[in-house]
């Protein structure tokens, strides 16, 4: 029977992975300025100093990069929430201590360039989105109520720190402004260095504490929300992201889940004890019907974007 090790215990053991783990990261990060990701010469005064205030035709963007470019801000913007969170299972001290100021500060950085971006090139309504995010950071972010710990947390970020990569960089695709997609682009690369940070930590504790860990995982995959959970019309925006393959139930599977099961070789490990391998085969079970929801909503996704060009059509 393996032993159940306590909060403490874990991060204790863990710091010298921690450690290791804050250096590499220091030595890959590469330093960027926001300011040299906005086209300042776009800028103009709002009504306030004289200027003209925000109307929708002076936007560029499409509805689907509106309500993308909004949902990874206000996600960004939110960071005090998950501040808090990480700083709450994290210990304050030593390498722990470094990383979690670290991050924030880093994360902070996505929403300066992402906002001074928007209001620039007045991509978005700024009124609408200021009380959004008034909105969603009085809310904060909620995990669910049985959740937390070390191990539930770091498995979490692991996953969302991916999902933010790969919708951030499909953002900038559909930006269609090659300024918007170098930017988004450069925050891609950050989360996927936030993202090899806690999967190494998370494979330590895999390691470590398997079934422990592995009962994390499995609770966090079978609760997975993407962190926007919260935010004014995150449902009708989700929907419209998926439709647009933003980020779809596909590229959570297939770009974010299984890739990082894989890496943590989880369906080929042999350390897990009776309590482990029960957690493996319900998270197996639940990946069994992700992959029947992908191509349920797939066909629906057809159906609709197969209505919705046949009704254009009949306009024309
Ligand atoms: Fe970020
Ligand atoms: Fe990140």
Redesign the pocket.
């Known amino acids: 029977m393996t032993k159940e090790l306590t909060q403490l215990e874990l991060l204790t053991e863990l710091e010298p992975v921690a450690e290791q783990n804050l250096n590499r990261h220091l030595a890959m990060a590469k330093e960027w300025h926001p300011h040299d990701y906005v086209p300042w010469d776009n800028g103009r005064n709002f009504a306030a100093l004289g200027g003209e205030d925000w109307h929708p035709a002076q936007s560029g963007l499409t509805e689907v990069a509106k309500v993308a470019m909004v949902t990874n801000l206000l996600?960004?913007d939110n960071l005090p929430s998950y501040h808090r969170e990480i700083s709450e299972n994290f210990s304050q001290d030593g390498a722990w201590g470094t990383w979690v100021g670290r991050w924030t500060a880093?994360?902070n950085r996505?929403?300066i360039v992402i906002r001074d971006y928007l209001v620039v090139t007045r991509g978005v309504d700024p009124v609408a989105l200021e009380e959004a995010r008034m909105i969603h950071m009085t809310n904060g972010a909620h995990s669910p109520d049985d959740w937390g710990g070390f191990l539930e947390n770091v498995a979490y970020v692991t996953f969302q720190e991916l999902a933010?990569r790969v919708s951030?960089r499909n953002t900038g695709k559909v930006c269609d402004d090659p300024i918007a997609d170098r930017m988004l682009q450069r925050?891609a690369a950050?989360?996927n260095l936030?993202m090899i940070f806690y999967r190494t930590m998370c494979a330590a504790g895999l390691d470590l504490a398997p079934d422990q860990a592995m009962a994390a995982i499995t609770k966090v995959l079978t609760h997975f929300t993407m962190p926007g959970h919260g935010m004014p019309n995150f449902r009708r925006n989700g929907v419209l992201m998926a439709k647009h393959g933003i980020y779809d139930l596909r590229q959570h599977l297939e770009e974010v889940v299984q890739p990082v099961l894989k890496h943590w070789n989880i369906f080929d490990r042999n350390d897990f004890g009776p309590r482990g391998e029960q957690d493996r085969e319900r998270l197996a079970a639940h990946l069994e019907q992700l992959a029947r929801d992908v191509i349920k909503f797939e066909e629906q996704r057809d159906r609709l974007l197969a209505r919705e060009r046949a009704r254009d059509m009949a306009v024309v």
Do not use: C, L, N, Y
């Open positions: 996600t960004e880093e994360e996505h929403g933010t951030h925050v950050d989360e936030h």
